[in-house]
């Protein structure tokens, strides 16, 4: 009966959660509703950095540029072509998914600072890109007029109706990576992060995997990317930059990178506390790098840590 407890109270909190989720656009206003919206597009976009960095031991820090790829795809097929919205994100999905098996393939066999050093020059190079391909990107001025989405006829066109599309998508992400990491694909990654000898001994062509789940990753990007492009209808070069990449890397290193479902702490953290703190002039700044400081000091396994400790069993006395 006592080890039933834990369970049961995980199930309460879930539907808790659950309903605090489906009430608060009726609780906050709009632009709080906005921010959530913006949190739930970083964390598509940081759950894949989770994969790789959590599961497989890889930073990388050319997310923003399949982000800008998604993102500019959408904007050109809808806005330059006159495409549907889901041709313009079928467009960025292909292109990231590409690229990042091209590139992936000769940069994920470096290793540890070399393997983020060259993911941080794609980054780099595919922000120079997007500044002088004006004729795709707009250039400094960027690409305005991108239709919102629309599902069966029902237009995405408030913060409260995007929050209620964007959420589930969320969740069914996570429940799909939750799915990919609990079974034989997450084992073999785990034992190529934790063991690559062993790894390499009983069968795991580690540069495979390692590639796959690289494109994955820019897929999510990608898809982040383009949710971005429809629900702000207004993308430039100044969302795309590496400063970009390294907040997606914050969602799972503040989370907990071995936790999927932490992103979602993750990503309000970083959406949320610099809003907060903004109240306090340039000092938030400051006050916010202080934070993360004291997040990755007194917590290494992340925010998600706590709920770890607060729902571990405990020994009889």
């Known amino acids: 009966m006592t080890a039933s407890f834990p369970l049961r109270h995980r199930r309460l909190a879930i539907a808790l959660l659950a309903l605090a989720w489906a009430v608060l656009p009726q609780l906050l206003s ?38 800008g790829i998604g993102a500019y795809a959408s904007a050109y097929c809808t806005v330059t072509l006159g495409w549907p919205v889901l041709a313009g994100i079928a467009v960025g999905l292909l292109i990231s998914g590409t690229l990042a098996a091209a590139v992936g393939a000769p940069v994920l066999r470096l290793h540890g600072f070399f393997l983020a050093l060259a993911t941080l020059a794609i980054g780099s190079i595919a922000s120079v890109l997007f500044l002088e391909w004006d004729g795709l990107t707009g250039g400094t001025l960027g690409i305005g007029g991108i239709p919102k989405l629309s599902l069966f006829g029902f237009v995405l066109d408030t913060p409260s109706r995007y929050y209620y ?36 001994v009983m069968a795991v062509d580690m540069h495979r995997l390692k590639t796959v789940i ?39 290193v503040i989370a907990g990178a071995h936790s999927v479902w932490g992103v979602i702490v993750g990503a309000l953290f970083v959406a949320l506390v610099p809003e907060l703190l903004s109240g306090l002039g340039d000092f938030h700044q400051v006050l916010f790098g202080l934070s993360l400081v004291l997040v990755v000091t007194l917590l290494p396994g992340g925010l998600t840590s706590l709920w770890a400790r607060a729902t571990a069993p405990r020994g009889n006395a």
């Open 214 to 252: 690289f494109v994955l990753c820019a897929l999510l990007g990608s898809l982040a990317g383009s949710l971005f492009a429809h629900y702000v209808s207004f993308v430039s070069v100044q969302s795309f930059t590496v400063e970009r990449s390294i907040v997606f890397l914050l969602v799972p």
């Open 165 to 200: 599309f964007v959420g589930p998508l969320l969740g069914l992400l996570l429940l799909l990576a939750r799915n990919l990491v609990a079974g034989r694909p997450g084992l073999a990654m785990r034992a190529m992060r934790d063991a690559a000898a062993a790894a390499e």
């Open 30 to 67: 709009r632009h709080h509703v906005d921010m959530l919206n913006f949190a739930a597009i970083l964390a598509i976009g940081g759950l894949g950095l989770g994969l790789l960095l959590g599961q497989c031991g890889i930073v990388n820090l050319a997310q923003a540029a399949f982000y």
